[in-house]
């Protein structure tokens, strides 16, 4: 069994550049916060953030490509890991722009703590994807999800915000508990945490695969990754959260958190734990299935748009799923496909619903939704693309999404999943056109009045999208990548 | 230079955005920006057009073909598609005109559109949304974008046909060109599916145009007569011939520089184009192609017989269009390719000079009935009358246009509708009765437009009192364009004067590489082929003495050929001649019958009328074609969907669906109620996820 040793490892500044510059601006935002006077300076935080992230977003194009393991293969550096560095980034990016003119109703939110916080939340999502080591893992989830339970609580003067930051706190906890068991009861059958000497171990010991002490692991990672990605039965937090946390921040955790933990889930899976594929399908096809067909039902019954959105996301889990449970490398390039088309469809719908957000609350009743279309004709245009993509009608990113997913549960021989996942995309499309008759078929009800957005919002909700019709209707571009980076992915 | 093709389509869509998005504002402010944008537009992607075009010329015949990939498109499976471009003398012909003509009409549009409030940038936004599309359509080098080209011009005009939508006539307008459309396009893109396909099973998957025509050999000729029909089908709607032309009469509700622009010049022509474009694959199929000369000489036909009759101005060039199209597939049908694009190209000069000609009368017209407050219909010729002082520009062009449509010698039509009347003769592929068919066409052609021409620039004026000193001269912005395109009208014939008048039919040779491998060249070679194997199989046998043989005998078979060649251009020669000069009789003896009756002795249509009140009212009423239809398929269709919304619909799916619907939301609030909101709850909900995992995985452990 190997000994942990404590091994000063040579310093690789580019495996992790992105997430350096990421931590850099972090510290540097929470300085000049403290120095700056309370609800002073508006948005120079927010634009310093802003900078961060653009300039993280820039290294990370640049260094796509490079393979290397990096500090004893705790961070693998390949073509996988730059895709989520790529969602990550584009994903701060956007809640960044969100929260500079939602922040301006909330003042709340207005200080270096919450766009630190948001910052390191984005270095622990792109480690959990260059991370080559199950404790890398943990550390990365950990530092994600601490920073994401103090921002869903951020609203400290409304007791629903605390409740939810406090039910995901609670919850989180219990979940990360199972993982690290989990990975305890791996390391105890492997002797290794190392992703790839894991594999190995097992090639060279295929009597060790089929004990129960690597199989209950599997369960219990199962169990931590299943929370953080809103897998059912482990979803019941999702809605409460969603509907809790600020606005600005419920697309970030919809989106971000679920790269991060289905980057990690196929790193574990298919890296360290390939051998075991065949038995975990059965149950992983049943759980997919649950997923998607719960998520949709349930959102069929939603009047809170925010809840609506939870119940979504639950069913977007379902259908990552399915490219999961396929299992080859088209179902992998297929879910980080979807991860970024989700990314800029959620983000782009989250910020027009935060878009809504003034003094002293927020319109999140689908009524409050009604005639606004014709209102404010550029807002409901916004959200018709990004409920159209949701729903998977094409020539939204929505639509391709599913489709490459979907097409790799079929040449796997998942048909029948495949066939349920088509039936559920018709389910939802009816809360997801449900908005847009809404908005565009129903008279002013109540008197809702959106403050001027101001541009940083505007140009978010343009490049979201741009980002879905250009998924849409030119995908070769990043499924091209996404193919790349499943094919360059560090084994 | 050629990399740079993009530009061409690049400029209408980046106006197309401005305009649709920021329109409604602009126009608030200033509404010269809004045409100024469009207008620019086209004109940049005009000149674009031009250059490549000149820098082609400069090259080799042989080598006038560049292919360009913009960007992947769709990739997925055994389909691999490109937006990519091609520039060869087809497309640089069609893009060149497209542009061109196009920019003159939005030219036009400044001064027909100059009302419209409120909408005038939508006009303009479909117009450059128009020309995107249709630049695609003839830059593509593949079938798909060539398609989606064909849906793009295909919506911008319903849009445009419905586009004063307010009014009922105009909106059922727009639907019925969207339906007839519809069954177009099924056909259209079940052939390409189906030569997709058949191509496949010899593995060549490929719609690129270049790759479909040097693989094309490999499907059988049934195949491909199946392909070719199918792709007719598309034609026949799109191109309005008969039975799918019906939609492009009533099409002419859209406004005037739109039926010039995409109901007469652009769009109707693009299944002439796109024939044309698959000229090696029609080459194929003789049966395919006798079946488009023959739709094509009976629509040229029939059309013109309704548009002798007609008193709307826009339907008597409307009928006119389809029965000029008709002449243009009667062309490609009888294998004489380069002359229907010629007669696309001179038509789309003259027939869009008619429309603007039309629309300038019609401005005027509207003005003069809208100071007396009348509310007489502007576009019946009956209202019209002595407009020849009142409007001489719209006058003079207008007369240089009917001119060139009737085929007087030395106007532009004359050239290309005279090739297509000879090939219709002479072609291997032709038939004497399709030439008097179209001969006897061309006489109605001349009648109708002149008795157009005399109804409305001469006699005595009609319109009702008052009216008359009102009209005038429409601005310069619509009366430039008609100068332009009267020029382009009366000498874009001399870009193909045939052999027989001295001429050396440039146009011809210069879409040579395109035509290149025509249905005689391909005989050709497979005549070589065949010769060569004979040659051999001689050899082996005879030996030397049957080689020698053989040789002597060859020679000999030369001679003879050349001889006999000689021989049959003279005699050609003199047909030719012969032809030429009986059509032009007859269209004169159409002018001449035109004048009689409209200007000398003008009581006679009203007594041929009430002579004969059946035929009259046959073709007054369009042969109860739309009534036909009306009995045969829509009623039928009716009275079926009736049923099945009733019986089936109704009953049993809505039955169904409610049932479905009522029992997922009622599994939907059970769920909700279980989402009680206690973390304890949640957490007991994991827990038990947990065991259910923890057990299934120690099954399969233990297993």
Partial sequence: ?491 | MFDKVWLIPIFPIIGVLINGLLGRRIENINKSIIHWIACGAVALSFIVTCILFFQMLGLPADQRLYEFTWFDWISGGVLHTYVAYQIDPLSMLMCLFVTGVGFLIHVYSIGYMETEEGRYYRFFTYLNLFMFSMINLVLANNYLLLFLGWEGVGLCSYLLIGFWFSEEANAIAGKKAFITNRIGDFGFIIGLLLLYTSLGEHGIWTLRFSEVFTHVHLLSPQVATAICLLLFVGCTAKSAQIPLYVWLPDAMAGPTPVSALIHAATMVTSGVYMIARSNILYSMSPFAMGVVATFGALTALFAASIGLVQNDIKKVLAYSTVSQLGYMFLGLGVGAYAAGMFHVLTHAFFKALLFLGAGSVIHSMHHGLHKIHSHVDAQDMRNMGGLKSKTPITYVTFLIATLAISGIPGFSGFFSKDEILWQAYSSPHGHFILWLIGAVAAGMTAFYMFRLVFMTFFNECRAPEGAEEHLHESPKTMTVPLMVLAFLAAVGGYLGVPHALGGSNRFERYLEPVMGLGPEKLLHKAGGAVAQGAHAAAEAVHGAVGHAAAAVHEAGMGHMAEAAHHAAEHGSMFAEYLLMGISVAIALVGIFLAYTMYIKKRDIPEKLANSYPFLYRLLLNKWYVDELYELTVIKPLHGFSVLLWKGVDVAIVDGIVNGVARIIGWFSGVIRYIQSGYVQSYAVSVVLGTVVLLVYYIIKAIS
């Fill in chain 1, 1 to 491: 069994m190997e000994m942990l040793e404590f091994v000063v490892p040579a310093l690789n500044v580019k495996a992790i550049l992105p997430q350096a510059i990421l931590s850099l601006t972090a510290l540097t935002v929470l300085l000049v916060g403290v120095s700056s006077p309370h609800n002073k300076k508006t948005s120079s935080l927010g634009y310093l953030s802003l900078v961060g992230v653009v300039v993280a977003l820039i290294s990370t194009l640049m260094i796509n490509g490079a393979r290397e393991s990096a500090y004893n293969g705790m961070v693998l550096m390949d073509g996988f890991s730059s895709f989520i560095t790529l969602i990550v980034c584009i994903v701060t990016l956007l809640t960044i722009l969100s929260s500079i003119n939602y922040q301006r109703f909330f003042p709340r939110l207005n200080c270096g703590e919450y766009y630190c916080l948001l910052l390191f939340a984005a270095v622990g999502m792109s480690f959990m994807g260059s991370a080559g080591n199950l404790l890398m893992i943990f550390l990365a989830l950990e530092t994600m999800s601490i920073s994401i339970y103090v921002l869903a609580g951020f609203k400290s003067d409304e007791a629903q915000s605390i409740e939810s930051a406090m039910k995901y706190f609670l919850l989180g906890a219990f979940a990360s508990g199972f993982l690290l068991f989990g990975f305890a009861l791996v390391y105890g059958c492997t002797g290794t945490m190392d992703l790839v000497k894991i594999s190995a171990f097992l090639t060279a010991h295929p009597e060790v695969i089929h004990s129960k002490m690597l199989m209950g692991g599997v369960a219990l990672m199962t169990v931590g990754f299943g929370f953080k990605v809103a897998m059912f039965p482990f979803h019941m937090w999702t809605p409460d959260v969603y509907e809790g946390a600020p606005t600005s921040i419920t697309g970030f955790m919809a989106t971000g958190v679920k790269a991060a933990a289905f980057a990690a889930l196929l790193r574990v899976f298919f890296v360290a734990l390939g051998h075991l594929q065949a038995d975990w399908t059965g149950i992983m096809w049943l759980l997919a299935f649950l997923t998607m067909t719960i998520g949709n039902v349930v959102a069929l019954s939603q009047t809170n748009i925010k809840r609506m959105l939870a119940y979504s996301s639950i069913a977007h889990a379902g259908y990552l799923l399915v490219g999961f449970v396929a299992g080859s490398k088209l179902g992998q390039s297929g879910i980080l496909f979807y991860l970024l088309s989700y990314a800029f469809t959620n983000l782009g719908a989250f910020g027009v619903i935060a878009l809504l957000g003034r003094d002293g609350g927020e319109y999140t009743s689908l009524d409050d939704f009604a005639g606004l279309g014709f209102k404010y004709p550029l807002m409901g245009l916004a959200m018709a693309v990004f409920m159209f993509s949701m729903a998977g009608i094409p020539p939204a990113s929505g639509f391709m999404g599913k489709f490459y997913l979907f097409s790799s549960a079929m040449k796997a021989g998942f048909i029948w999943l495949a066939i349920f996942g088509v039936i559920n995309s018709v389910i939802s499309l009816y809360y997801y056109l449900r908005v847009v008759v809404v908005m565009y078929f129903k008279e002013v009800e109540r008197d809702v009045v959106m403050p001027k957005p101001s541009a940083a919002v505007v140009v978010g909700l343009v490049i979201a999208a741009i980002g879905v019709l250009q998924m849409g209707i030119f995908p070769s571009y990043f499924w091209d990548m996404a193919r790349q980076s499943v094919q360059a992915m560090l084994m």
